[in-house]
């Protein structure tokens, strides 16, 4: 099963996208990455271009872990109206929910309606479609974040 797991990782590991959800997941450790890695050589279950290719991705991933954190201390100043109110993460595309008048992220209220077809405020019923774009927060948003990423 290792092998075939790793055989999987091998086949992206030339995808930086890739690298970087692994490192952003929540959850990734590097412990889990190279602990396969180290098994996967010492039983030898990957052809050497393979393990070679495995490598490369450890490393990778290893690389997007410290930008995210280098990028997560940046960012720790946010003002809290740019946060998240569910995830407490910086927006990077705030929505307002018509239903509560709320502004989140959209990439957490269509993760929250994928199992709950409710907004989280007040439990009225609510749909992906019915969401809002927060224009002029957004513009905020990404004004504040040029700024930050000068200094």
């Known amino acids: ?3 075939d797991l790793c055989s999987i990782f ?3 590991a030339n995808s930086p996208e890739f690298a970087k959800e692994c490192a952003s ?3 990734f450790k590097t412990s889990l990455l190279s602990g396969a890695l180290s098994i996967s050589a010492r039983l030898n279950l990957l052809v050497p271009h393979k393990r070679q ?3 490369s991705l450890v490393l990778r991933v290893e690389e997007a872990r410290l930008i995210n954190e280098q990028e997560e201390e940046a960012l720790a100043d946010a003002p809290a109206e740019f946060l998240d109110p569910i995830m407490a993460t910086l927006m990077t595309n705030p929505v307002k929910l018509p239903t509560s008048d709320n502004i989140v992220d959209y990439s957490t209220i269509t993760q929250h309606l994928l199992n709950d077809p409710h907004d989280p405020f007040n439990r009225e019923p609510l749909t992906a479609d019915m969401v809002q774009p927060a224009m002029e927060l957004k513009e905020r948003i990404d004004a504040w974040l040029k700024g930050r990423r000068r200094t």
């Open 25 to 27: 997941s929540g959850y």
């Open 1 to 3: 099963m290792l092998r």
């Open 53 to 55: 290719l495995f490598e």
């Open 10 to 12: 091998v086949l992206f």
